[in-house]
């Protein structure tokens, strides 16, 4: 592919060996190799609804509370596996599924082209079984104001051409996790967006390397170090990278656009989007929070405690995994499915597993640190480099030392640091949208009036007792 | 049937009419004419997989996730019509399910014929539509020791004679929910038995007022309030009773003792008690929690706000009822089957959701007194009988006024001192076990070596680190 | 005195020995009791800034951080003696104290006499050694609109009609500590006054039994149990009521009247009272959590097990009853002398224990339960009249007894109910006012603005970047 | 001084300018530049009890409550100033009061002179105004055996040759705050030793650079930003060093050894450390907490919010602020005077506010992190250096700006990402000790017995309910 990444002023000429990308292409493609384990087959693939054939689930149609759940399930393993986030490929699986219901009811109520475009463009992707990532955030400028009242029209990504074969866009995408990684790039369109808006409402899909995209890796804690030799990256297998992706009159042809101009469905877009999405993410979150417990164990191991002296911070944790999968497992089981065939995950559940996704972590993180001492709350140790110095090294691994040897001891902290405090802290506050909005949902799916109506029954009160309209 | 109930030291007479019982019996009778309505018809009764016939859901056995998401939609469901526990019928339903794989096992490793004594009896119960409750909690004495141990032996229910027709036991089984309503008692054995205690590996079940069974019911919050005229005691239509049952030298006949010395088996009955049971007591919960949702918002209201002043609160509270409600569906739906046929939940989920049932609640009343105000906290207004005092009571109502009249504000407080520091309140803490015992459950059930061997191939440990064997 | 105390319907002619309010005698008399007691002399009693002389802490003016040191103090060890609230003393001389300075600070501005006057009422107060209860709350109404803007002008307390010897006053003072154990009671007005509420701006002090007040006990949880024989109401040397006042155009002479009608400082009259009221409340809360701790470890050990198997719990518990104690003692330390001579405590740090004191209980109480077990959860145990009933008390005895005899298991577990869901809560999330008040104090008294001064230096960023002005 | 420290491998000639040390000294620097400053010369300079000459209150005795409320407010003034530690004063002052009151003791009690050489070495550091960091962390080996128990001897600092004119020391003491910044180190010796131990009770002072001590700087997270030009590290005038000091065969005189040999004293040596640091410490985490609430609130105007919008957080992240703050004045208030004159505040409100400590940053963070966007969760934004680039860096600032220029947004994220998950974060977790050690300090002075007592008192319960004896 054309190289068009860009880190620290430098191009990146190769991702697969750039230390900048090629831990986020390690993890990506532990994928790979896992899907071709007999144990992990049944989560990591599925069979394509449209040619029958055994595909990525990546790349799958979500049809039933049984993909869901194994959707939940994928995405813990991958945590599992890479210690941190694959969003290369979970971010663009769920967009693929949105659109397909969202592009469905498009065709359906406008006449459009847009679902058997995608259905097209899918079968082709399955077969050559792509990594594709996801693209939401659009840069936003002013959060107070909508795209087109900001001082910039750029803002957020546009179209500013339409030609016979196809469209022009510019504007930026920003936070865009795994796109090293991927072969192509699907882009969902914002919410909220009004009639004078409708130019920011669209949906395509490009290849990553595309005419006039340049990608602008952001830098992440501690990221210099995986330019290092040694372990104070402590993770060759996994790693995030996420950018910011800069259109610059970048040309989409007709048969990879997706919406074009219908604002009022942009809104159900994103509700299609996040559905899934948070519900799946508290697989994500259990997935790290297994490897958290497991480090935190082996450093109270390495420290010379077993960890049953650290049983009650233990089950907490545990507590805490548990309960974001269970969430994604519950809001995943009790959807139901859109006409088009997509099965579409429980609202108010989804959005209630984002809160705990954007609060829990951050509990087992904090226990994590309670138990493995003050070596690793910070990552206070000395360098890889330092330990290995031929002048004192000798002493460090000597006073690093306890119930294992120092350099096994540093290792450990290091992956504590990393995982609470380091490059591989994945985004789950923000990731998926903010629990802030993830609250206005369940306010707003909430049905106060129903509950009270149960009460009024139960406490024999006929009285009307209204607010809302005396006041202005 | 037989008088046989105590409270305060009087014989209830009827227990449809007795102040003491007609709340419970008038909640549990809820549970008939809601299976009358169409839209909960589904939730409330099922196919018996005996017989075919529409049966009360309470009388069938679970084979499927799908049944295990109707018991814990019919749970919320009652709490929701009643305010509180109708704790009358699950213990029963989670216990001849328990007992239906507990028996099956026995049956298959012992040559006994629990298991078909069990569906013989199950069949009956089925077409008699009978109410039946649940007991497991004995008396245990001093919790350091066994059943064996204590200074008297009656304090586990046990054998004190085996007859050729049937057997006699003594003891007492405790805070033992619904027994008012109950036509039906199902025995369950406690736990940790071993070959000296075998003499309490016991189930049976018995017609509540079987002669020598003594009942006594305990005594609750504000309960003398529902012996009077008037709404401070505010619901009507529903209740707790909880009681003391005193076997002295009960006889049970052969055929409905469904265990009898198989100590083994005894935590296997537990454990499959406790599976479901901890699942589907997310619904009780969310099902209150639905009802002080509704009430804290019309105390707002009556109070002259909108609800929406407390929508952080509001939206708290809800993410709390969703939170034990999504997690009983995901222990639920996570299950396995046995080969007696009956699903049985995820025991993981299923004792994280323990967790949070033990712990949610209390927050979401808290929450509830905080939008009430200081009238709802402690229910600090004059009695029902002050405000319709001839000399003052015109007083006490104007200044009880606010945004409705007095009297309705006054039962609105009322009603949230019953949800919240009142009789309505179920024991959510300690009802299907402590939380301390979940914990350890889930603790048990945590793949720590698993976890550890993730961290250690994240970060490429080779050296194994382990500190059990050495330490004493 | 006159007897004017109605509760159910009664009129209490001696409050000394009816049960609904001979508890909270007790309790106030222990006051006295443990003043003669040299350990507790110099908490409870201090030396009369105005005449030199031994007086009680409840009747003096605080004057210094230790002033307001041996207040929290007090506070703790009155609820340590009486399990609950001594209500009808504290707020009184809080009261006291806010209208010392207030008083001093209108005569300064508006040349009244009321700082004299009330001067010299409370040298008599304290010579006299009088229990003062204080009264803050109105009815109140609609609580989104003004007094004067009520359908009912007396929703809050006001004056009708002014006399040349005092002034006649109408409306209610409702959910009042302790009035029944007191000889007088000190108005304070309420707050947010315009001129055109300036009739409510009023503070005066009357005898308990002033014609033409009534006055209604509000019925609180397991009232009626205090009718009772036995140890359903567990606690004897202590509990609580709380009063509706209705006055009904009752006199006040001018001497004892503190302010009539200076409407800008209602507010400041409440601001000295909040702050020391929301200091010293932490006290209360870690003198009830100490009875809660050492209740909840003796009923550990009642069921047989040691309370070093609930270290963690306990541990937390102790936690929450510093905090509140720790920050009373700051918010009282870090004070200023108002001129008047009154030492005023921390408004914010105040105000952040109010937040506390309407949290952490709730936190200390759920562990209580926790710990405890199912029979004391909800008080889930025979009455005490049928464990001493003829026919069949002997075997609720058997069965209750565990590490102790059943009869000391039973006062522990009604203990633990009244301590958590009885009578002995105290409205600690609403009395001194609602924790949703004492947030928009930490809001106001939170200085954004210096806050952002600091990151932008630490940040070296120039630019003004100001958000309110260009939002409507 | 002679250049003694290493980073990466590489020695430090001259800390001031050495990119991974200059920020450290900064911070420290602004401590003499702030005490020059009218508002704050009476937080950070007192009057020397030995001369009466002005002194850096670092290097002073704290005699009364006043005394600690200026250590508090010290140590929250110098994180507003710098955003984080300045460690390597505030363990040094720590250090000499606690061996102060420490040495006093052992002379008394064991004849010796160590008081008396503390006193004169102090006199002349107060006078050379020097800055003095504290060390008490040994390396420790394995957690579950003593000094004496390990493999290793070295793992903790201890004595390999007494010479008559000083003793030898060998071993380690790590993360040590400030080091780099400082003049001289102050030795403590660490806790739990008994007589075969007693080669480890030492403690003493030395020069930074002296003889045969090796200093490595540990690796934190981010420190490598700091070699480079631009804000991503966004912070200049403050920053933390963490350093392993490596003693081989250091020589110290006798006229600056404090302690040598007396194991039993060393217990008493870290308690009279561990209540004034677990007291100030909440003064620390305060004042980061005012600059992450800055940050926070200036974020949100940045993205073109205003700070209303997050009200509820903002005023949660005060309460945690003023809540570690408000406890270590009430710890360091109620204090109790030594014999030696240094005032000891309360162990068990220290060691409370040490939980605190540990706990509610983590929330503040969280909060801030929330607030703030998914651009400052974890630092996601282009490089400094990328942003700048000639090429694409017109694009990243067009497309980061909001409601101010991209290049202050920036900053801001940048800073937000410093303070919750980079180089700013302080080791509040472990920093004077683990909170665990502080619960069992909090168990270990909860007087349960007492609180027994009270429980009984107030049910009336007489029997003698005891647990321990009969278990074994």
Redesign the interface.
Known sequence: MRPNI????ELIKDVTTHPATKRTIEGHAQIFDAALQPEYKDILTTTSHLTGERISRYLSIVQS?EDM?ANVRMKRLMF????TCTGGRCVGFNAINAMWATTYDIDHECGTQYHKRLQTWLKDAQHRDITMTGAL?D???????TPSQQC?P??SLHVVEHRKDGIVVR??K??ICGVAASNEIFIMPGTGYKEEDKDYAISFVIPRDVNNL?I???????D??EQEEG??A?????GIT?S?L?F?DVFIPHEHVFMCGECTYSMKAVMNFIAPYRAAIGGCVAGQG??I???A??M????????KVF??K??QM??NN??T???????G??GKKHPSGVWIPDT??SN??K??V??LP??TK?LA??IA???A???????C??IN?PR?GK??K????????GE?RA??A??I?WLT??SG???C???GG???GA?LF??AN?D?A???????R????K?D????QK?K
């Open positions: 860009y880190k620290f002023g509370p759940i599992n596996l890479t210690g955030t840069a936003k400028g002013d959060r107070s104001k910039d750029d803002l504007g930026a920003v936070m340049t602008i890796e952001t830098r992440r804690p501690n210099t170090r372990y104070d402590p993770v060759d297998i996994g996420q910011y800069l610059e297994d490897v417990v497991g480090a164990a082996l109270a191991r390495a420290n010379g405690l077993s960890e049983k009650e233990l089950t545990t507590i548990e309960t999968f269970g969430m994604g497992i519950a809001a089981v009790l108010l559940l209630v597993n809160v705990h954007a609060t951050y509990e904090r640190q309670d001492g003050g070596i709350e910070t990552g206070c140790l000395p360098s480099k330092d110095d004192y002493l460090l000597k006073y690093l030392q306890a119930n294992c040897s096994s290792k450990i290091r992956l640091e405090i380091g802290v994945p985004g506050m923000h990731g903010s629990p802030d609250k369940i306010n909430t106060f129903r509950d009270i109506e149960l009460a009024k139960l406490a024999n009160i009285e007792i209204q607010v809302e006041k």
